[in-house]
Structure formats: structure tokens, C-alpha cells
């Protein structure tokens, strides 16, 4: 089983894009991409130096744009599944037929502008916590009034907020790890970005998709996608959500994946993967240079088919930091989507929680009154007709 890896922000390199140029029509897609984006893509990646390209407005959709570039080299039969990483969750979901390139593309643009527009309204940051007992880390973080906002596995959770506490982390860090400030402009899938999630919310209504014509797994829970509406609507909340890279690794594990091939730019999925699913197959696509490695893993692993790898079982997740309260609805019982299930108290907010599908509610993973971070697991739902 191979599954196809979309990266995100943080892996851009200067002059990253200039390779794929060689492909057939690739400048005339790079410019029509650019029209989408109202940014001059062609010079962003090949002539900007890194300051240039690490302006979350312009990270963004330069990444999806190259990644969707190379994808369109590949024959992506042979991937049984996709996984992105933060904003390569939107390549993920054109490779996996959900959104057309072009929405994805022009997604990309308004997520990292009003992301970046986010970041100036308030003094925050993000740092990486290496090493230490992930359990620690993570309270840890949380003591400091911090979000555990990357989950990546391999010993790599990433912290944000603001600035003050960040600063409190590093000076009385967990036991056996250290902190390093992260060169971002804010914090990234945290509460602070709820301005984006909005602008992007204001969107949905005019997108077409379609269900995933293969597993996609979501950066939420590590779960597969069941339909584009669904995957939309995680889009859009993924913005203010942490990203639980290490969810879909334990997923791929789970589901006994073989290979993995990421789309450039390369190189830190493809490594997280190395790290946590031993003896798989990796291709890391950097350069046209590595298409024919990827041709060669693509068709020696096709045929796996989703039904037969699909998880039988859903994770609901806490939508904000905050204190749960139950609703009324105990272990077995039957709910359907919509209904219902408690809620998240938060200092700003209550944010209500529901049933994602139709199924059985087969137990809460938390108890009434217990404090989560957002993406924290909160119940485990069988959807109908998975058992």
C-alpha cells in the first residue's frame, strides 16, 4: 500500500520551483496559477531569496502550486491513499479528487494572506519541542497557556501562542527536551487564527467537491475522509486546529502501508515517515530527476483498493482548548449525524460538539469536565455500516 505525502510550510527552498519548468506546458501552468493567486509565482520560485518566500502569503500557495505541478507528471493510480501536512492537505485533497487544482490553488492564496493578516494582530510565535516524554511536552506546553498546534511524531511536537509564554517554555523547558523559537510570523493553528478561519468559512458555499476516490486521511485525527464536504469543512477549521501529523502515522501504520512518495518540495515528510514506519519503501520527489523512482514505486504498488484498508472506526476532537461538558449521550448509543454530544468551554467561548456521521457511540475517550487541547480525542464513533 503506497500513500502519496503533500508537505506544507516550512519546507520551501529558494529556486525550488525552477526544475519542474522543464516539464511540458509547466510555465504556462505556473502562470496561470499566478493569475489565480495574484502573485508572480514564476519569480517567487525561481529567483526569491528565502526572506522572499517565507511570507505566509506567499509560502502557501507556492507550495501547493509546485506540488500540484508534480503531482500533474505522475500517473497517481498506483496511491492508495494521500496525506498533507497543514496547507498540503489541500494538494492532498486534489490528489485524491476532492477539490480541482484550480480551487485548491486559489484556496491556498486567500488561506495564507488571511493567515498572515492574522499574525499581525497580536505578538505570538511558535518554538519546537525536541525530545522529551510526548506526554510531558505536552502538558507542559499546556501549563504555559500554550497549544501543542503540531503533532508531528519522531519527537517533534511544536508549540504556540503568544510570545511572553513561549519565552516562559524555553526558560523552564520539560524534563529532557529542549526549545527552539521556530522563524514564523505567528501562531499557526491555534485560536489566534480564527479571523482566517473565517474569511475561509465565508467561502464554502460557492466550492464544488467531490468524495475521495481513495483514502485521505485528515491531519484532525488521522482518520479517513469520508466525503468533500466533510474534508471542506476540515479545511477550514483545520486553520484554527492543531495539526496531528502523528495521527495519520499511527493510521498508515495501522493500515500496514509499504511505501510512501512525497511531492516536493521533499524531503520532511518523507523523513518523519523513515523515522516511524520502519522498512517501508520512500521516494522523496525533489526534482524531475527523481520521476522515474517514482514512476518505478507508483506502479509496483498499484492496485490496492480502498475498501479494503478503510478504518472502521471515527475519532470526534475537541474543537478549541477548554473544559468538556457531555451532553447526555452514553456508550452504544445510536446517533446520527448532527446530533448533539456536549460541548467545549473555553475562556472566549462554548463551541458545540456533534456527531460527524451517522453511526454508534462507542466511548468517550475523556470524562465530563476534563480539560483538552484542541485536536484532543473526545469520543470514538463507528460510523453506520462499518462494523
Known amino acids: 500500500m503506497l500513500v502519496l505525502l503533500a508537505p506544507g510550510q516550512g519546507s520551501q527552498a529558494p529556486g525550488m520551483l525552477g526544475p519542474w519548468l522543464t516539464q511540458p506546458s509547466a510555465t504556462a501552468k505556473i502562470h496561470w496559477m499566478s493569475t489565480l493567486t495574484g502573485l508572480d509565482l514564476l519569480h517567487l520560485g525561481t529567483a526569491a531569496d528565502a526572506e522572499q518566500i517565507k511570507d505566509t502569503a506567499v509560502t502557501q500557495p507556492l507550495i501547493v502550486s509546485l506540488g500540484l505541478l508534480a503531482a500533474a507528471a505522475l500517473d497517481l493510480d498506483g496511491a492508495s491513499a494521500t496525506v498533507g501536512h497543514s496547507v498540503g492537505e489541500l494538494t492532498a485533497a486534489v490528489a485524491a479528487g476532492v477539490l480541482h487544482p ?7 492564496a486567500v488561506r495564507g494572506r488571511e493567515m498572515a493578516a492574522a499574525c499581525a494582530l497580536a505578538d505570538t510565535g511558535m518554538s519546537a519541542v525536541l525530545g522529551g516524554d510526548p506526554d510531558d511536552v505536552v502538558r507542559r506546553i499546556t501549563d504555559c497557556g500554550l497549544t501543542a498546534a503540531n503533532r508531528n511524531g519522531a519527537g517533534q511536537i511544536v508549540a504556540a501562542g503568544h ?89 498508515m501504520r495501522d493500515l500496514g502501508v509499504t511505501a510512501v512518495l512525497e511531492l516536493p518540495p521533499a524531503g520532511t515528510l518523507a523523513g518523519l515517515a523513515k523515522r516511524e514506519l520502519k522498512g517501508i519503501e520512500i521516494v522523496a520527489l525533489k526534482t524531475p530527476a527523481d520521476l522515474p523512482a517514482a514512476h518505478d514505486l507508483l506502479a509496483r504498488h498499484a492496485g490496492a483498493h480502498q475498501a479494503e484498508h478503510t478504518p472502521d472506526w471515527r475519532v470526534i476532537v475537541a474543537p478549541v482548548r477548554g473544559t468538556v461538558q457531555q451532553a447526555n449521550v452514553g456508550a ?25 456521521y451517522d453511526g454508534v457511540l462507542a466511548e468517550w475517550l475523556v470524562e465530563d469536565g476534563d480539560l483538552v487541547d484542541a485536536g484532543d480525542p473526545l469520543a470514538r464513533l463507528y460510523p453506520a455500516g462499518a462494523r
Open 163 to 251: 510570545t511572553d509564554r513561549l519565552e516562559q517554555l524555553r526558560a523552564e523547558p520539560p524534563l529532557k527536551a529542549r526549545v527552539v523559537p521556530l522563524p514564523v510570523a505567528g501562531a499557526f493553528h491555534t485560536e489566534y487564527m480564527a479571523p482566517a478561519e473565517q474569511a475561509l468559512a465565508e467561502l464554502t458555499g460557492g466550492i464544488r467537491t467531490n468524495d475521495p476516490d481513495r483514502l485521505l486521511l485528515s491531519n484532525a485525527d488521522g482518520t479517513a475522509v469520508q466525503s468533500g464536504a466533510e474534508m471542506l469543512d476540515r479545511l477550514v477549521r483545520q486553520v484554527t486546529a492543531p495539526v496531528r501529523f502523528d495521527s495519520c502515522l499511527a493510521t
Open 332 to 356: 452504544g448509543a445510536d446517533v446520527a449525524a448532527g446530533t448533539p454530544l456536549g460541548t467545549v468551554i473555553s475562556k472566549r467561548e462554548e463551541v458545540h460538539v456533534s456527531a460527524t
Open 102 to 108: 484550480d480551487t485548491a490553488v486559489a484556496l491556498s
